[in-house]
């Protein structure tokens, strides 16, 4: 009888199970993205143990940094880059230097031992940067090794130009593996090559073209931002105090997305109040159909009793029929929540560079079954309609 009764409505349920899993989907796709954007932002800090840079936000530091989101930073003293060389709690320090682009694609200029994440990574493809004149791609850069390059200028700003530095040309010899993270589409580049394209020197006291630390000169050329390793987490957290003055900032990458992830946890729970006032609407106005629908089937379930059915069996049967609507629409909602999340973390992607691992998990499927239950003893409703309604009256009605 329920499959009777779902035939004979057929357009209306679809519309229904439609309706109900498209709310249902809106709360999936919300919780999904926030839940891989959490945890793509945290791998992609993973590499930056201790930021040092010089006063102001630390939040653009980090998207700067971290992100590579383009922005115009101040500089730190170089004497700060020659202090934490020498720091003996230090155990590898890496300049950061930002700026320059090629056909939209950002240049970093780093150390080869940051690049290979302090010995972690080596290249998929060919090798490390050697010279000033070679550089490493990250592993979504559309460029092959040994292509040759001419930084410019990134442009800050609508409508800003890009200025080419025509003295400064780079090969690639390499390609790094994926990380994950916007870095997957940067060129990284020795950063003594980023200092003399900008008439900063080389940073190193002589002159026979050697590239990496120890940076000996006298003081070393200015940096936006210096990523320090420290040797214990006792030293992390004595470094960062100490550095935390006037003049410079230190902070760990965590310590910002812990900030952001709070803002990033609230607009998460304005969003999921609004998809679930806006499940409750759908149910209702489902509800509502089923009762309309009810009114309909009133002659059919009138002939059963004439048949000798119970009224609990005309309750079981109109219940069952909208519970099977509320399950089937939630049902098809996670299916729909994981192909919308997937889609808009495809777009996510393309905007920011993070990898996000969207997909379906057990608070997921736990938000579906729990939605799925309300469904159902709203279906209560209208199943009541049936068991009270008189057979005689029923009769007397038209199908």
């Known amino acids: 009888m329920v499959l009777a009764d779902l035939r004979a409505?057929?357009?209306?349920?679809v519309a229904a199970i439609a309706l109900i899993g498209l709310a249902?989907?809106?709360?999936i796709v919300v919780a999904a993205q926030e839940r891989a954007l959490r945890f793509a932002s945290a791998r992609a800090a993973d590499d930056f143990d201790l930021l040092i840079g010089p006063p102001g936000s630390q939040t653009q530091l980090m998207l700067t940094t971290v992100f590579l989101q383009p922005e115009a930073l101040p500089l730190l003293r170089g004497s700060t880059l020659a202090r934490l060389q020498s720091d003996p709690r230090v155990l590898a320090v890496a300049p950061l230097a930002f700026g320059d682009q090629t056909d939209g694609l950002p240049i970093v200029g780093t150390t080869a031992a940051f690049a290979t994440r302090w010995g972690r990574l080596r290249p998929s493809q060919g090798r490390m940067f050697e010279r000033e004149d070679e550089v490493v791609i990250g592993a979504s850069v559309p460029l092959r090794l040994g292509d040759q390059i001419t930084p410019s200028h990134a442009p800050l700003g609508h409508g800003a130009a890009s200025h080419p530095h025509e003295n400064t040309h780079y090969t690639i010899v390499g390609r790094m593996p994926p990380l994950g993270s916007p870095w997957d589409r940067a060129i990284v580049a020795p950063i003594e090559s980023v200092w003399e394209t900008h008439g900063l020197g080389n940073g190193h006291a002589g002159d026979d073209g050697a590239i990496g630390p120890p940076f000996d000169a006298d003081p070393p050329p200015a940096v936006p931002a210096i990523v320090?390793?420290?040797r214990s987490v006792a030293d992390a957290y004595a470094l960062r105090a100490q550095f935390r003055t006037g003049e410079t900032m230190a902070f760990f990458p965590a310590e910002v997305l812990v900030s952001a992830y709070r803002a990033l946890g609230d607009a998460r729970d304005v969003m999921v109040v609004v998809a679930a006032l806006n499940n409750l609407l759908v149910f209702v106005a489902i509800v509502l159909l089923l009762v309309t629908l009810t009114g309909l089937r009133s002659r059919r379930h009138a002939l059963l009793r004439a048949l000798g059915a119970s009224r609990a069996y005309i309750l079981l049967v109109a219940w069952c029929g909208g519970a099977v609507l509320m399950a089937v629409g939630c049902l098809s909602g996670l299916l729909l929540g994981w192909i919308?999340?997937?889609?808009?973390?495809?777009?996510v992607e393309a905007h920011t560079g993070l990898a996000l691992a969207t997909g379906v998990?057990?608070?997921?499927?736990?938000?579906v079954a729990t939605m799925a239950l309300i469904g159902s003893v709203l279906a209560i409703a209208p199943a009541l309609l049936a068991w009270r309604a008189s057979p005689s009256a029923g009769l007397r009605g038209s199908a």
């Open 361 to 367: 998990d057990a608070e997921d499927c736990v938000l």
């Open 24 to 27: 249902v989907a809106i709360g």
């Open 228 to 230: 320090v390793k420290p």
């Open 9 to 13: 409505m057929r357009w209306t349920a």
């Open 340 to 347: 919308g999340a997937g889609i808009v973390g495809t777009i």
